[in-house]
């Protein structure tokens, strides 16, 4: 019995690194900075509530397979493998924009491994992987519920939705551009095809989850307050779909609660401000850039956020900052691991590829982004 436990408490440390590393930086702050009054101050209620939101309904629409059967039917017009790979990507590419560049690769990395195992390709698979998770990544920058530091951001500088998307359309279009040039240098366009679907959503419920993702993205724009979707959407899924909300990513949230307190006392500290102050006047972007490679994107927005105003710069920089190393972006270790999964005797060539086309990601639009 005792064994289990910790089997299931390791396992659960292991999925989850990144929010115990916040919660150890969090309470070694409050050695600095003890609680007080002005903690209330630091937790951004509106974006987690958004976060909230938005990852139960898309939990739903998964757990009827929605997302799966729109981009299998999509996959199996395309006729050659070249085709059904951009397709599987650009498929990521929109999810991304819609669900989150995490819940896109979970729900689209099987859909690739489908296709490539039932046309015979599956030597595509760590290329295509590789290129499904640098799509999650970047999609999702354009709309500010794509990614989580995008919400964190649009709501932290109440930034309008025009002016955010504007900020980001150049980098989003050159990502798009270089995703599709890998994809017809490195897959033949070679006709194949796939068998039928065997699944399909039931209406009812897909039309009540579509409403409810109507209300999440209504929200998150600010066309609806934040309290109406926290006590319609819960409500509504304790009746139809319980399972949505356990199966809701609760330690990302409670991640970002930790990092609210840890770079809500960081700010408090002289040196620290002092410090991080000063490097973000020498470039807000490059900075934010090469934080993203060391301590992932999210955490360096809501921490690089307290130091800066220039949140076109922070912004653009935690994004495309997702590419590069392995914990650049919390997505890239879900390919990982499914990867790791599928083909066990493969991972050391997988990571130096990761490796090689998230660098020259990383190189080219941090390039473009610093002469733009």
């Known amino acids: 019995m005792k064994t289990e436990i910790l089997r299931k408490i390791k396992a659960f440390a292991a999925k989850n690194v990144v929010m115990f590393i916040a919660l150890l930086a969090a309470v070694i702050t409050m050695f600095f900075v003890p609680p007080d009054g002005q903690y209330i101050g630091y937790f951004d209620f509106k974006t987690l509530s958004c976060l909230f939101c938005v990852l139960a309904v898309v939990c739903a629409l998964k757990n009827i397979g929605f997302f799966r059967f729109v981009s299998y039917n999509i996959v199996k017009k395309c006729g050659t493998i070249r085709r059904a790979i951009l397709a599987l990507i650009y498929i990521t590419f929109i999810g991304s924009m819609l669900i989150a560049n995490d819940m896109a690769l979970i729900t689209f990395l099987p859909l690739g491994y489908f296709i490539l195992s039932t046309t015979g390709k599956r030597e595509l698979m760590a290329f295509t992987f590789i290129m499904q998770n640098i799509a999650a990544n970047l999609g999702g920058m354009l709309t500010p519920f794509g990614n989580p530091q995008n919400l964190f951001l649009y709501t932290r500088f109440q930034i309008p939705t025009l002016e955010f998307m504007g900020i980001i359309a150049p980098h989003f279009l050159l990502a798009v551009a270089l995703i599709t040039l890998c994809c017809f240098i490195f897959v033949k366009d070679e006709a194949v095809t796939v068998g039928e679907a065997q699944f399909n959503p039931p209406i009812k419920h897909t039309v009540l989850y579509l409403a409810l993702f109507a209300l999440s993205i209504a929200i998150v724009f600010r066309g609806v307050p934040y309290v109406v979707g926290l006590v319609v959407i819960p409500l509504l899924l304790v009746f139809v779909d319980r399972k949505a909300l356990k199966a809701v990513d609760y330690p990302l949230l409670l991640t970002f609660v930790f990092f609210f307190i840890f770079s809500g006392n960081m700010a408090r500290i002289e040196v620290v401000r002092e410090f991080f102050s000063f490097l973000l006047t ?74 090689a086309f998230n660098f020259a990601f990383l190189i080219i639009l941090t390039t473009f982004a610093l002469f733009v």
């Open 282 to 355: 020498k470039s807000t972007l490059l900075f934010s850039v090469l934080s993203c490679q060391v301590i992932s994107n999210v955490p360096s927005a809501i921490l690089l956020s307290a130091f800066t105003e220039n949140y076109a710069d922070l912004l653009v920089g935690v994004n495309i900052g997702g590419v590069g190393t392995l914990i650049s972006s919390l997505a890239s270790l879900i390919t990982l691991r499914e990867y790791t999964a599928l083909n066990p005797t493969k991972v050391g060539s997988y990571i130096l590829k990761f490796s």
